[in-house]
């Protein structure tokens, strides 16, 4: 009779764990600022500051990031983060993803950053998610504003 109601109270946790994941809700993903670690006279360096939040009630483990960006409508570049990410459960989560650029092409975002210290950004990517039912691959999307923090 006990081992019978082990087994039940087993099948019933992994039966709720299965719903959860069924129920999965795609992380939200926002752009919060940029962060210049470098300029030189054929480009530089940047940090895309993101906050993911993951909506579920079970913790993510993102296996790769990939993002384009553009900054005020130019094609800026794409970054990659192909190590694991956290995503805590029905939290935010603060993601730094590093960005090489040259200068070639993107004036007016270079301007933009310069000038008004503020750049309006369109971003379109992909994330690959471990959840407990298995893989899967999410869009992203976003566009707005986003302050630069930092300029060297």
């Known amino acids: 009779m006990r081992r019978s109601l082990v087994v039940l109270s087993f099948?019933?946790?992994s039966c709720a764990t299965i719903q959860q994941a069924l129920n999965f809700q795609e992380p939200q993903i926002t752009l919060q600022e940029i962060n210049v670690t470098g300029l030189g006279l054929t480009g530089g360096t940047l940090d895309l500051v993101f906050d993911v939040y993951n909506p579920n009630d079970y913790r993510l483990r993102s296996t790769r990031l990939e993002v384009g960006l553009a900054l005020?409508?130019?094609?800026?570049?794409?970054?990659?983060i192909d190590k694991p990410l956290d995503l805590s459960p029905v939290n935010h989560n603060r993601v730094v993803m590093p960005v090489r650029f040259t200068w070639s092409g993107v004036g007016a975002a270079a301007r933009a950053l310069l000038e008004r210290q503020e750049v309006k950004y369109g971003l379109t990517g992909a994330a690959m998610l471990d959840t407990p039912?298995?893989?899967?691959r999410v869009q992203l999307t976003g566009s707005g504003n986003v302050p630069l923090r930092k300029l060297l």
């Open 133 to 136: 039912i298995g893989e899967r």
């Open 11 to 13: 099948a019933l946790a």
């Open 72 to 80: 005020e409508d130019t094609d800026f570049g794409a970054a990659l």
